[in-house]
Each structure stands twice: as structure tokens, then as C-alpha cells.
């Protein structure tokens, strides 16, 4: 962040599982495919297998998104697209968190940046903010070689976060007014007012 106060550009950035989402969208999703395609369900023992490795410390979040998310394999985005929306239309706005989206909610009448910043792949969560417009969503990148998607630069967690938006606002003055996440990272530090989501959907102080 740049210390120049001028034409400060005022933020508010929100993860989205376990936060402004009530669920893990990853799980979610992914039993969403295996009812389309049934056969996908065969995933499920290997995406255990890639949960207890990176508990471990044994591979590093990035290895873990690309293998985790192997039952998209054979999908091409604009398919995965297509279920995405699908699948947001029945979770939206049921399963989100109340007190999270009436605050993004005024942050959104007030022209106060709204963004979106979470791990999961940017290919299956964008088509979430066609149903509730925001400014900005960064997820992680990956890119479909025909049968797989390979992960390009790092999974967007803790500091990649703050790098995202840097490279997002190209050295512009901003300051991040609210954040918001259901666990401690980098993102809460650098806010004037921040919130952890617990597992009850209340939001509780940080305090770093």
C-alpha cells in the first residue's frame, strides 16, 4: 500500500468459504458435479488423501488446489461456468451470511470497493457475482490444458492476497476499511476494521 492519503480509494475486501458463504464451496461443489455426473464421485477418496497431506505440511496450497481439484478434470470452463451459475442460483441467497452481506451491502451503496478475495478457483466463483454484482472478485487462477487445470502463480491466500490488490490498484493510494474472514490471515492485519466469522455466523472483532 502506498502512504500517499490523496484520492485514498476506500476498500472493504470479504473472504468468501466459511464467511460470506456459510459453507466450504469447494465441497460444495464438488457434490454438485458428482450429482450431474455421477462418476465424479471417484474423487472423493484422493481429495481426502490431498486434505491429510496438507495438514501434514507435506505439499503446499497450491499443489493442494490443483490436485484437490481433479474432478474437474475433463471440464472445460466454459461447462464449469455453466454448472457454476447453476449452482450459486440454489445456494444463493439461502446459504450467505446475513450480517456479512448487509454490510457489503451498504458498502456497495456508499461506492465503497467491494471485493472478493479467497482461495477457491476463480472459474466456478465468478459466476457468483453475476447475482450479487461487487467490483472485484481475485481468486485463484488456473489454467485448462485441455484435460486438467493447472494452477498459475500461487493459490490466493494470506499475503497473495495483498499482492493482488496492489497489482489490482497499479501503486494508487487505497486503504482497506473493513475485512472480513472466518480464520486469522494477512488481509485482517492490513484493515482499519476487521471481523472473524465464527462457525455460528457471528461476526467477532479481530484483534491482531
Known amino acids: 500500500m502506498t502512504e500517499n492519503k490523496q484520492e485514498e480509494i476506500k476498500v472493504v475486501v470479504f473472504d468468501l468459504n466459511g464467511t460470506f458463504y456459510t459453507k466450504s464451496s469447494k465441497e460444495e461443489f464438488f457434490k454438485f458435479i458428482s450429482k450431474k455426473k455421477p462418476h465424479k464421485l471417484g474423487y472423493y477418496f484422493q481429495m481426502l488423501y490431498y486434505k491429510a497431506l496438507l495438514k501434514m505440511n507435506q505439499i503446499r496450497m497450491t499443489e493442494f488446489k490443483e490436485n484437490f481439484f481433479n474432478y474437474l478434470d475433463n471440464i472445460p470452463p466454459e461447462q464449469v461456468e455453466k454448472y457454476a451459475r447453476a449452482f450459486w442460483k440454489e445456494e444463493f441467497p439461502e446459504q450467505f451470511n446475513e450480517a456479512v452481506k448487509a454490510k457489503l451491502d451498504r458498502y456497495r451503496q456508499e461506492g465503497v470497493q467491494v471485493i472478493c478475495a479467497t482461495g477457491a478457483l476463480e472459474v466456478y466463483v465468478k459466476p457468483l457475482f453475476e447475482l450479487y454484482p461487487i467490483d472485484t472478485v481475485f481468486g485463484t487462477q488456473a489454467r485448462y490444458n485441455g484435460t486438467t487445470y493447472i494452477v498459475e502463480g500461487k493459490a490466493c491466500k494470506d499475503e ?49
Open 160 to 208: 497473495e492476497k495483498i499482492k493482488r490488490l496492489d497489482k489490482h490498484f497499479k501503486g494508487k493510494s487505497y486503504k482497506i476499511v473493513e475485512a472480513f474472514s472466518d480464520a486469522k490471515e494477512d488481509i485482517l492485519d492490513h484493515a482499519e476494521r476487521a471481523w472473524l466469522v465464527k462457525d455460528s455466523g457471528k461476526l467477532v472483532p479481530y484483534e491482531n
